[in-house]
Every structure is written in structure tokens, then in C-alpha cells.
């Protein structure tokens, strides 16, 4: 069973920068691919970012291409979301969610085939 934990959300200003970090305690053991979700109140779950498990493929919803920049780091099993240049638009609860990928470069968009999700964390784009 693979857990995950976020961290890193927060209140920001517009324009500013904000990374979020998730914390996969078996990143390095299997191989997972790797998402950002997030939900806003009274809104449905987005699709933000993806990554392979090799971290050479990712993906990005055209409202953060450009902005949003996802990372991993194995070998501490985490996956990183660098959002820089944040609107209020962005301000939502983020969740990373995992998949087992059998793929190096394999890239999941679909939420209902992600297995492991984590609590969440709140960004909060504001001045």
C-alpha cells in the first residue's frame, strides 16, 4: 500500500511562486507514474501535471503550461509542483495521486485509474 503526503500549500499573492512537494514512501521501490489534481469549491477535479515514472515525460493542463512545472526526484521518492506566476484561478485543494506504471515514460491523465491518492494540501491565491 503506498502512501502519499503533500506539503508545501499555502496563502500567495498573484504572480508569486509556491512548490509543492509529494511524498511517496514507495516511489523507489515500485514504479509509479505520477499526478497533481486539484479542486476548487463547488468545482469538479482537474488534472494539473503528470509525470512518468523515469520523469522524462510529462504533461500539462493548458491552464498551468508554462507556468507549472513538475519534477521528481527518486532516489527521495518525491514528486515536486513548481507553480510560479500563480493566479487566484489556481487557488484549489492539490492532490497527488500514483499509479503503477509498467512503462518508463508513461504518462496517466485519467483520475479514475489513479490507486493512490494523498489528503491534500491548500493553495490559496490571494492578496
Not at 500567495?12 to 512537494?21: A, T
Not at 511517496?24 to 489534481?37: E, H, L, P, Q, S
Not at 503503477?100 to 515514460?105: H, K, R
Request: glycine share 12%; aromatic share 14%.
Amino acid at each position: 500500500q503506498l502512501q502519499l503526503v503533500e506539503s508545501g500549500g499555502g496563502l500567495v499573492q498573484p504572480g508569486g511562486s509556491l512548490r509543492l512537494s509529494c511524498v511517496g514512501d514507495g516511489f523507489t521501490r515500485d514504479y509509479y507514474a505520477v499526478g497533481w489534481f486539484r479542486q476548487a469549491p463547488g468545482e469538479e477535479r482537474e488534472g494539473v501535471s503528470f509525470i512518468s515514472r523515469s520523469g522524462d515525460a510529462t504533461h500539462y493542463a493548458d491552464s498551468v503550461k508554462g507556468r507549472f512545472t513538475i519534477s521528481r526526484d527518486n532516489a527521495k521518492n518525491t514528486v515536486y509542483l513548481e507553480m510560479n506566476n500563480v493566479k487566484p484561478d489556481d487557488t484549489a485543494v492539490y492532490y497527488c495521486a500514483a499509479v503503477v506504471s509498467y512503462y518508463a515514460d508513461y504518462i496517466e491523465t485519467n483520475p479514475r485509474l489513479y490507486d493512490y491518492w494523498g489528503q491534500g494540501t491548500q493553495v490559496t491565491v490571494s492578496s
